[in-house]
């Protein structure tokens, strides 16, 4: 097929993007549909940011992770404007942007834009995926939810499922280290994480949130094989999530069973036992 123009992923993002959503995060996968853009590869994170922000418009808030698990966990150091995000591509054209403010949260952080930008930014995040966080947050306000280029699995409101429920197979543990604002201090900050086993890694396999979306129709689709894309509002897929994991804790596990006999074996509380006073919570 031909590569697609900046009107052509336009309309795409129309499509999905119905005009009386208010708020849009994206979770995305650009490194899977870049060769089908006719962007210079240089300018392939920018020239598609300027087409997604130009859609959601100035009228509207535009979401994107910014997750900096890895590095702060081995650094300590979390800064606003230098930290590279895991979250893609767009997130690391978007930190730095003119207009753009970045949640000063180190690892479970967001970059936004908007006029809801502050209401974000302001957000407690006592715990990364608890209810006074960002995933809640995109619940509340109905959040239009796109998965551009990856497919549902990559949607991180299913954390927040786990964190209401209070799955078994996790437990809290506290990161401290110090907030920097391009190379300058600006204080201590501290993430405190819904955590997995270290001793009983949980495997993923999240298609059944995936399959439960498109079979029930609660989902709208770009309709182009070439550039997967879908969006849903946060609420509904944070619905389905707690239906599934309510129903089945371990619904997204292929090693259910060595999981299902950590838990029963005081696993958690064997391991929070090793945890440090500082990174106990609460």
Not at 6 to 11: D, G, L, Q
Not at 126 to 147: E, H, I, Q
Not at 222 to 251: F, K, R, T, W
């Amino acid at each position: 097929m031909a590569r697609l123009t900046e009107t052509e992923i336009a309309e795409l993002l129309g499509r999905v993007i119905p005009a009386d959503d208010d708020v849009v995060v994206v979770f995305s996968g650009v490194w899977t549909f870049a060769h089908r853009l006719t962007f210079p590869p240089a300018e392939t994170g920018d020239q598609l940011l300027d087409v997604l922000q130009d859609v959601v418009g100035p009228d509207r808030t535009l979401v994107l992770p910014a997750y900096t698990f890895l590095d702060f966990a081995r650094t300590r150091t979390f800064d606003l404007k230098r930290s590279v995000p895991e979250g893609g591509l767009l997130t690391e054209c978007a930190v730095g942007r003119p207009g753009w403010q970045r949640l000063a949260k180190p690892m479970n952080s967001y970059c936004v834009v908007g006029p809801r930008a502050g209401e974000m930014t302001a957000l407690p995040s006592t715990t990364a995926w608890g209810r006074d966080g960002v995933l809640s947050w995109l619940n509340k306000v109905k959040a239009r939810t796109l998965v551009l280029g990856v497919p549902w699995e990559s949607c991180s409101i299913m954390h927040h499922a786990e964190e209401t429920l209070a799955v078994p197979f996790r437990y809290y543990k506290r990161f401290q280290g110090r907030l920097k604002e391009d190379g300058k201090d600006r204080g201590s900050c501290e993430e405190v994480m819904y955590v997995r086993s270290l001793e009983v890694p949980p495997e993923w396999d999240i298609s059944p949130l995936g399959r439960v979306l498109n079979d029930r129709k609660l989902v709208l689709d770009g309709g182009l094989a070439a550039v997967p894309l879908q969006s849903a509002p946060a609420d509904v897929v944070h619905a389905v999530n707690e239906e599934l994991m309510g129903d089945d804790p371990y619904i997204y596990h292929t090693n259910r069973d060595a999981v299902i006999d950590w838990v029963a074996g005081g696993g958690a509380e064997r391991e929070m036992a090793t945890l440090k006073p500082e990174e106990r919570w609460p």
